[in-house]
């Protein structure tokens, strides 16, 4: 196979996917003579749900250097401080998960040992009583923290919810604007080279547009498709049974909430998330247990003031695909994985994977080691991802309902389940690379829906006690006072 160098970049998929590709491959290749060409469908529907992404320093808008506070006002965006699960514990008190971290380590150990040790002498402490987005959520006010050396402001996180198509365009604009072709049309086929690399897309007019490198963004695997004949798919069916998802547009509030909800129902759950002009309900369910018209009624019910538009349902196949980089094309996005949306949102996934395959950009159109350490970790990522989101079945004490019944006796994965047993028994958690679910985001997971392990780190009880005591309190004192 003769090297060949990437001079043109194709980007083929729609929605909030390919503009975001394409901004962010623009944006990082600024001032070189690589030709980026973005192909969106012509008959995508203009409507869809609120996005997700996460903000704050360090992450995917401020690594590509985008002014996230232009993109928020833009996007009718709203902070995002955590997400509140209702109707799923059995005590059936609310399950109020925050982004960013609680407390500070002390001595290499861990925060959350401390405040169990407490727990165990009798302590009723809240957990989020140390959580900073959790008390901002509470109070509805939110801004992100200049950078600074208060200890507090360092453990705040946040998401930003997005108006889609408004999001989409955002991103649409900034990619032309750095010199990106863009045309709305469908891809016809593609034509391979001798090599079984793909070498043009065929548009359904007849147009030929040729690359050397291609970056599948579709929801039928357009590209992708046709350089691996015989693709592996990871079914996670099993553990992440919503195979539907209905959405609808609600009307906006006043103050929106600085969080998302997502409540239990006897066939499914629903999540609502908002918008500074509106707000949209999704409904999530299992075929096997409820048909479509069941779950748009389920729908209509929940929604406060639908816009009348007609209900979108989405049929998903859950699961990954074994490798999303082969030879010239990667898949990113629907291409490559479809997740239940429960928390963690498919541009978390996706921002995840833009940012590693820039820091893999190949000089020659092939490059098989690039590729292979991208599927292994960009599979290991989402295998974590998958477990995160199957925790909350896992961890829900609902019995209501042929749904959760069956949700409660499926089979967990290995990996989730090692992760609770080690959890259960000793309060620990293994740390691992290249994750966006942090170690942070799994204790208080668990800790917020009430599964408090056997023992803590006896490393805790090395500290004197009453400077810990005095240590604790401080920082809650403190989280309450930035919050106000």
């Given at each position: 196979m003769a090297a060949t160098e990437v001079q043109h970049i194709v980007v083929v998929g729609g929605e909030v996917v390919g503009p975001v590709v394409a901004a962010a491959l623009a944006i990082s290749l600024r001032g070189s003579d690589t030709k980026i060409s973005l192909i969106q469908p012509d008959d995508e529907t203009p409507f869809g749900d609120i996005q997700v992404f996460r903000g704050g320093a360090g992450e995917f808008h401020q690594v590509l250097g985008i002014d996230e506070a232009q993109l928020k006002e833009r996007s009718n965006g709203v902070f995002g401080l955590g997400t509140r699960y209702r109707g799923f514990r059995a005590d059936e008190q609310d399950a109020f998960v925050p982004l960013g971290s609680h407390g500070l380590t002390l001595r290499l150990v861990d925060f959350h040992h401390y405040f169990l040790k407490l727990r165990a002498e009798g302590s009723d402490d809240d957990y989020n009583a140390y959580s900073l987005p959790a008390a901002a959520a509470a109070t509805g006010y939110f801004a992100p923290p200049a950078p600074s050396e208060n200890r507090v402001l360092g453990t705040a996180a946040y998401d930003l919810y997005v108006d889609r198509d408004r999001y989409a365009g955002y991103m649409r604009r900034c990619a032309e604007s750095l010199g990106v072709s863009s045309v709305q049309a469908t891809v016809g086929t593609v034509e391979l080279d001798d090599d079984g690399c793909l070498d043009t897309a065929v548009l359904a007019d007849g147009t030929r547009i040729r690359g050397d490198f291609f970056v599948d963004c579709s929801a039928d695997r357009l590209l992708a498709g046709h350089v691996e004949t015989e693709q592996e798919f990871?079914?996670?069916?099993?553990?992440?049974?919503?195979?539907?998802?209905?959405?609808?547009?609600?009307?906006?509030?006043?103050?929106?909430?600085?969080?998302?909800?997502i409540e239990a129902n006897d066939d499914g759950w629903l999540q609502r998330r908002m918008t500074t002009d509106s707000a949209t309900m999704s409904f999530a369910w299992c075929s096997q247990h409820a048909d479509d018209d069941l779950a748009k009624c389920v729908l209509e019910t929940y929604a406060d003031e639908p816009d009348g538009c007609d209900i979108p349902i989405r049929e998903h196949r859950i699961g990954s695909f074994a490798r999303h980089w082969v030879r010239n094309c990667v898949a990113i996005g629907p291409a490559a994985v479809t997740l239940e949306p429960i928390e963690v949102s498919t541009l978390h996934v996706v921002q995840s994977s833009i940012l590693r395959l820039l820091g893999m950009l190949p000089r020659q159109k092939v490059n098989t080691m690039l590729a292979e350490d991208y599927n292994r970790v960009t599979l290991d990522e989402l295998t974590n991802v998958r477990d995160y989101q199957a925790l909350r079945y896992a961890l829900s004490g609902r019995g209501e309902g042929a749904f959760w019944e069956n949700a409660a006796k499926a089979k967990r994965p290995d990996s989730l389940q090692d992760r609770i047993d080690l959890f259960r028994g000793f309060g620990r958690f293994t740390r691992g690379d290249h994750q966006i679910i942090r170690q942070a985001n799994w204790v208080s997971s668990f800790l917020n829906f009430a599964f408090l392990p056997s023992s803590y780190d006896p490393l805790a009880d090395m500290i004197d006690e009453n400077r810990m005591k005095a240590d604790l309190e401080q920082f809650r004192n403190e989280v309450q006072e930035a919050a106000g």
């Open positions: 990871l079914d996670w069916s099993s553990f992440l049974p919503c195979d539907r998802v209905a959405t609808i547009r609600t009307k906006g509030v006043t103050k929106p909430d600085l969080f998302s909800t």
